[in-house]
């Protein structure tokens, strides 16, 4: 088969351009009525281009390729997000193409101090060559997962236009809201009505995942005592200190972010609301074991308990609530799934980086959903930050691998 994305480049220029970034503290969905300018911008180029395409009430776009084969084969899906993280300004992204990168430090012109270098991205010793494209030092660049978007837009256009290549049932799902843990909330699984998936959503070209944490979130609430300020001895019980010290005796050399890798679970605050007569601690609990997540609430409400103990007439509630869990647990009974994502991974010629995600994807919820889904390369570096990057050649490889696993699911049907 012969590849050619002539217009790549420039559909994902365009994608970067629009502010879709997400916001946590909304109560809507999406989260930004901006998302939709994208998900609106996505509707047209699909219809133009005479692909069956629907668009729902929260921004979701539900696209469908209809099989080419005479067999009767699986409905693969490919998924991707079209918001970006709310922790970097997503607002007037200036997309750079930096043709022919020859191993330079990259710096970005609108915050000279931002430079791209191969000393913190030592990637960038592979892509001499190849056409990078970065923000312009203000903003992040948007690559996740709008990379994914433009790898999954451009090999739906391949094949509705080279029907040669041989096909089963295809289907595209761009969400809203996956940066704030709310990617497939609104997924209609009926209209959707795939066998299996793949979100394209994850890093450097050959990178592919089956694993995932498993997540809760967990948070504490602490009930102090009020009292003047100035006839406070012996009454008052601060919240804000009962709440400081809680954080402060966490374990400091394990069971943090700051302290793991691989493997390693982690309890992590991340939103403290504290006023003299109440808190609110809020955690995350990660784990690749799922048992394992209630001994980290364990360690938790011990650290509590003893600090809490110290302040008789003050008290505190610990809440766990489920997030997602690790995609592996549903996808051991798919083989097949992985199987010919490495197939096609192989066939593009690519070297085969398969890993875990020390986080999660909209694969995560999919699998337990009942879609099983690893995650696939989509070319995304430095993600959430004003030094994100990816590469055109990238992004291509990414569109060559669907198009293959395609062909590979009929082929071996």
Request: aromatic share 8%; with cysteine.
């Amino acid at each position: 088969m012969n590849f050619n994305f002539p217009s790549l480049a420039e559909r994902f220029i365009r994608y970067a351009e629009i502010d879709t970034q997400a916001d946590p503290y909304s109560n809507t969905s999406p989260s930004t009525e901006k998302q939709k300018n994208l998900s609106n911008l996505l509707l047209n180029e699909l219809k133009v281009e005479g692909i069956k395409v629907e668009q729902d009430q929260f921004g979701y776009i539900y696209a469908e390729l209809p099989s080419n084969s005479e067999k009767n084969l699986a409905t693969i899906c490919f998924c991707a997000h079209m918001d970006t993280a709310p922790d970097c300004s997503g607002t007037n992204v200036k997309p750079i193409l930096h043709k022919n990168y020859q191993g330079e430090d990259i710096i970005l012109p609108d915050d000279p101090s931002i430079k791209i270098s191969v000393s913190e991205f030592p990637e960038l010793l592979h892509k001499t060559g190849q056409d990078i494209i970065t923000a312009s030092g203000l903003t992040l660049l948007g690559s996740d997962d709008k990379s994914g978007i433009t790898a999954i837009m451009e090999a739906l256009i391949f094949l509705h236009r080279n029907p040669q290549i041989k096909h089963g049932i295809i289907k595209a799902l761009f969400t809203t809201d996956e940066e704030i843990g709310r990617g497939v909330n609104h997924v209609d699984l009926k209209k959707l009505a795939a066998d299996y998936c793949y979100t394209m959503d994850s890093g450097d070209v050959g990178y592919l995942e089956d694993e995932t944490f498993s997540a809760d979130a967990c948070s504490v609430i602490i009930t102090g005592v009020s009292t003047h300020p100035g006839y406070a001895k012996n009454r008052m019980e601060n919240a804000i200190k009962i709440a400081s010290e809680i954080i402060a005796a966490l374990p400091k050399d394990k069971l943090s972010p700051e302290t793991t890798e691989h493997k390693e679970g982690f309890i992590h605050p991340m939103k403290l609301e504290a006023q003299l007569e109440s808190a609110k601690i809020d955690f995350i609990i990660r784990d690749f074991v799922t048992s394992k997540l209630n001994d980290h609430v364990k360690v938790l409400k011990d650290t509590c308990e003893k600090v809490i103990i110290n302040y008789p007439n003050s008290k505190y509630t610990l809440n766990q609530t489920e997030q997602y869990r690790n995609m592996k647990e549903v996808l051991v009974n798919h083989p097949q799934v992985m199987s010919y994502a490495v197939q096609a991974i192989q066939e593009a010629g690519i070297p085969l980086r398969q890993g875990i995600i020390r986080g999660g994807t909209d694969g995560s919820r999919l699998s337990f959903m009942g879609l099983p889904c690893p995650n696939i390369f989509a070319g995304e570096h430095g993600i959430h930050s004003k030094k994100e990057w990816t590469t055109v050649q990238d992004m291509e490889k990414a569109a060559e691998v669907i198009i293959r696993i395609c062909n590979i699911w009929e082929a071996n049907s």
